[in-house]
DNA sequence: AGAAGTTAAGTGGTCAGACCAGTTGTTGAC
DNA sequence: GTCAACAACTGGTCTGACCACTTAACTTCT
């Protein structure tokens, strides 16, 4: 009756054992042999299921140590939608209008929400487009932002390279420390968005 | 010295596989014994690549018939990873509020690039918020971005219901007539962004 | 005793071969 | 022409073997 796959049931079941087993980032999980008899399937069907988790970013394997709990978070998934997303011309320009879009969301966000303990976090920083708009993505307090904007730069930096002129820096600081949203929206559309439409 | 792990490399051939083959949802792939001999490699490989790609929605398998392509859209991720993401409040949080940012963002860009026809689309649809709201995003006529909402709208819906009153779509779709983004905006935090925040 | 090198056991990674359980298309009897 | 039986596929699973790597215990030498 169940023709239920058993590689799923056994994902299950390994995920099950994890929760009441309590296992927290960094802790092991037993060998897949160990799983393989204490479940009762072949061990190729343990693999099937620690394929899935690992996709899924909940375990990490190391060869010759075993297999690990992952940092929460970690997600496989973003990174592997994205690569499936990129593929011709028209998902470039849709790749730099996405960013650019998220940028200036994050941007407004950040800026609200900006302390100013923040603040010289981000001042501090070296002034490097990446580091600078990192902190400043940090800044929104959201970790799913983070996560897709990571994406989204990371394949951007693939395609192109980045560069705005120092004042950018000191004028968006500027805006930042006065909380002024409009400003530091103005700011970026002068220095950033404008420059990726005319480079193309 | 590319100690690289065969299933990945594996996975990565046959999404190649699969891009020049041009398939479509429906095809068959070639079976699994066809791809080991092909690529040289073991059939437990080529299973736990596939395992991979049919987590992530590209295909699905069927016994006794072979593996197909699956139609868009239909992430199997999603369903798995909403019962595991999706358990700390802080995700949740940042998961609404994500998507409530994006959707905005998208009826702006949608609202600037609204066509006749496009209009004619969004207004004859069903009201229901996931169609409707598609639609929307498709008007913006950026890939990218749907995919990333496609995405959030289908986490979403494992966790929260939606429900705006009809008045929405009627004053939406005249905002989005008149290419009124101002307006058009203002309808949406009226309806859906003070509604979800006062939901919790 | 302490340090350095060696060995053995354990782990994930991979492969080959076997068998099961379904599907499909062919064949052949009626 | 129909329909049943069969053969040839497909994915699903298990087993046992080997490799590459890590760790820890065990020598051995100084």
Same mark, same amino acid.
């Given at each position: 009756?169940?023709? *239920?796959?058993?590689?799923?049931?056994?994902?299950?079941?390994? $995920?099950?054992?994890?929760?009441?087993?309590? %296992?927290?980032?960094?802790?092991? %999980?037993? *060998?897949?042999?160990?799983?393989? =008899?204490?479940?009762?399937?072949?061990?190729?069907?343990?693999?099937?299921?620690?394929?899935?988790?690992?996709?899924?970013?909940?375990?990490?394997?190391?060869?010759?140590?075993?297999?690990?709990?992952?940092?929460?978070?970690? $997600?496989? %998934?973003?990174?592997?939608?994205?690569?499936?997303?990129?593929?011709?011309?028209?998902? &470039?320009?849709?790749?730099?209008?996405?960013?650019?879009?998220?940028?200036?969301?994050?941007?407004?966000?950040?800026? =609200?929400?900006?302390?100013?303990? &923040?603040?010289? $976090?981000?001042?501090?920083? =070296?002034?490097?487009?990446?580091?600078?708009?990192?902190?400043?993505?940090?800044?929104?307090?959201?970790?799913?932002?983070?996560?897709?904007? %990571?994406?989204? $730069?990371?394949?951007?930096?693939?395609?192109?390279?980045?560069?705005?002129? *120092?004042?950018?820096?000191?004028?968006?600081?500027?805006?930042?420390?006065?909380?002024?949203?409009?400003?530091?929206?103005?700011?970026?559309?002068?220095?950033?968005?404008?420059?990726? *439409?005319?480079? &193309?």
């Amino acid at each position: 009756m169940t023709t *239920s796959k058993v590689y799923i049931e056994t994902f299950w079941q390994i $995920h099950r054992m994890i929760e009441e087993a309590g %296992l927290q980032p960094g802790d092991r %999980l037993p *060998s897949e042999r160990e799983l393989a =008899e204490r479940l009762q399937v072949g061990r190729s069907s343990v693999r099937e299921a620690l394929r899935a988790l690992e996709l899924l970013g909940l375990i990490e394997t190391r060869r010759g140590e075993g297999t690990f709990m992952k940092p929460f978070g970690e $997600h496989q %998934l973003i990174q592997l939608l994205g690569s499936f997303i990129l593929q011709g011309n028209r998902e &470039k320009r849709d790749l730099v209008e996405t960013k650019l879009l998220i940028e200036r969301t994050c941007l407004q966000l950040a800026c =609200e929400r900006m302390t100013e303990e &923040k603040f010289e $976090h981000i001042a501090q920083v =070296e002034h490097t487009y990446h580091l600078f708009f990192r902190r400043i993505v940090e800044a929104t307090d959201n970790y799913l932002l983070l996560r897709i904007w %990571l994406v989204l $730069h990371d394949f951007f930096e693939h395609v192109y390279t980045i560069d705005v002129p *120092s004042e950018f820096y000191d004028e968006m600081s500027q805006a930042l420390q006065k909380k002024c949203c409009v400003e530091a929206v103005a700011v970026y559309e002068r220095y950033v968005m404008q420059n990726m *439409s005319k480079d &193309k």
